[in-house]
């Protein structure tokens, strides 16, 4: 992989960025107190929904890789779920950031989904799922009469 960033992969890198600067804002709005908060009980609580936007790039990395998923403990407390969500986000943004034209449009296989597709796409969905998740946790922090930030659109 090349040291030099391609303008496919910053644009990917920035409509990524932009809903996780907007995550971190969101988890600053939940007290403590609401970590294991869940509108329903099939549902993830504050916490298991933190979690999992922190660790599921990888979900989506390690299909592009061809490797195992690498899922991290589900923290105890809120402040750890953040502290998760911070120290991924720094790897996540250097592994994205790694990608060259070539391999954006290389093809990998999510095989949990039986789809096979070019990596470029791969991330896309990445940032959907993103986007999808933080909406129900924008409606979490609705729920409990919390002002989440603006969404964000790109």
């Not at 990445?126 to 002002?147: D, F, P, S, V």
Request: charged letters at 25%; aromatic letters at 10%.
């Amino acid at each position: 992989m090349s040291e030099t960033i391609s303008m496919s992969t910053q644009t990917i890198l920035n409509r990524w960025s932009v809903h996780r600067d907007v995550l971190f804002e969101l988890v600053k709005v939940f007290p403590e107190s609401s970590a294991n908060f869940r509108p329903t009980p099939k549902v993830m609580s504050v916490v298991e929904m933190i979690h999992h936007l922190a660790w599921v790039p990888d979900f989506f990395f390690s299909a592009m890789e061809g490797r195992e998923w690498k899922v991290p403990p589900v923290p105890q407390t809120l402040a750890e779920a953040r502290e998760l969500l911070e120290e991924l986000t720094i790897e996540h943004r250097a592994v994205i950031s790694r990608f060259t034209e070539e391999d954006l449009q290389r093809e990998a296989t999510i095989h949990v989904f039986n789809k096979t597709e070019p990596i470029a796409e791969m991330l896309q969905r990445m940032i959907t799922h993103e986007a999808h998740h933080k909406g129900q946790l924008i409606l979490y922090a609705r729920l409990l009469e919390l002002e989440p930030p603006f969404y964000t659109i790109y």
